[in-house]
């Protein structure tokens, strides 16, 4: 049983930098990097601790999430809203500049120690820039 309390919405001036919408610069899932042309049609969307990430009107993603900032690399959980039954999956989290890199393990999987992503590993990296105003 998952005790949905443990992502109730608490500001941090992370979660503050990660509102609004954010285009993908890059995105691996299981070593597979998702084609260059395929990114411009992505957006994730962080509104409080809600994060959506959707491809081509697809939803991918729709998660709470919480982040253990005292942790090196800080560490980010989601508790999955979207299809199926709710889960947590674990990741990590770091700026690269301006931009937001996560790598999240599948539900059920291990913490990633380190941002690698490699054939097979189930894991996703994705890196995101702030989206330019319309």
């Not at 979207?82 to 996560?102: C, H, N, Q, T």
């Not at 380190?114 to 996703?124: A, I, K």
């Amino acid at each position: 049983m998952i005790d949905e309390s443990t992502f109730a919405f608490n500001t941090t001036p992370l979660l503050e930098r990660l509102q609004g919408e954010w285009q993908p610069v890059a995105l691996v899932s299981s070593g597979a990097p998702l084609a260059e042309a395929l990114l411009t049609h992505g957006v994730r969307t962080t509104t409080g601790n809600e994060a959506k990430v959707v491809f081509g009107g697809q939803t991918m993603v729709h998660a709470k999430m919480r982040f253990d900032e005292s942790a090196k690399p800080i560490a980010v959980d989601y508790l999955n809203l979207g299809r199926g039954p709710k889960s947590i999956s674990l990741g990590i989290f770091e700026w690269v500049g301006d931009e937001a890199r996560f790598c999240m393990a599948q539900a059920g999987a291990p913490r990633p120690a380190d941002f690698s992503c490699d054939t097979g590993s189930g894991r996703t990296l994705s890196q995101w820039k702030r989206r330019p105003p319309r």
